[in-house]
């Protein structure tokens, strides 16, 4: 037996309470940010790029072999995830070492991680 969808026939609205919610709702400007923020987290090597710096600050070079990839496609996903204040980079020398821009990244990304850890 497939599941049955749930859907409500009344036609009854609640002011009280869509006022109340609506009142509260994040305006657009910071609903957008919010969409972009987690549109960073849609692309798999982006996502295996933060799980690789989770805990250390690797270079560009350390990311490509843990991840297979060219230097040129991880420095294009690097980029974007620093545009988006996901990660900062750290010059030392010649070198550049990429880590987790602040605690909130991290958080996030336990989060989520424990979320999908639930259902497997």
Not at 26 to 41: Q, R, S, T
Not at 44 to 67: G, P, Q
Request: hydrophobic content about 40%; glycine content about 2%; overall charge neutral.
């Amino acid at each position: 037996m497939g599941k049955r969808e749930l859907v409500c026939d009344c036609e009854v609205i609640h002011e009280d309470i869509v006022n109340k919610v609506k009142k509260n709702m994040l305006n657009e400007e910071v609903l957008l940010m919010m969409a972009d923020f987690y549109k960073a987290f849609s692309d798999s090597t982006r996502v295996k790029i933060i799980d690789a710096i989770y805990e250390n600050e690797l270079c560009v070079c350390d990311i490509s072999v843990l991840l297979n990839m060219t230097k040129s496609a991880v420095s294009h996903q690097l980029k974007y995830l620093r545009e988006m204040n996901l990660i900062k980079a750290r010059k030392t020398g010649k070198e550049v070492y990429y880590s987790l821009a602040d605690k909130h990244v991290k958080e996030v990304f336990e989060i989520s991680k424990e979320h999908i850890l639930e259902r497997v």
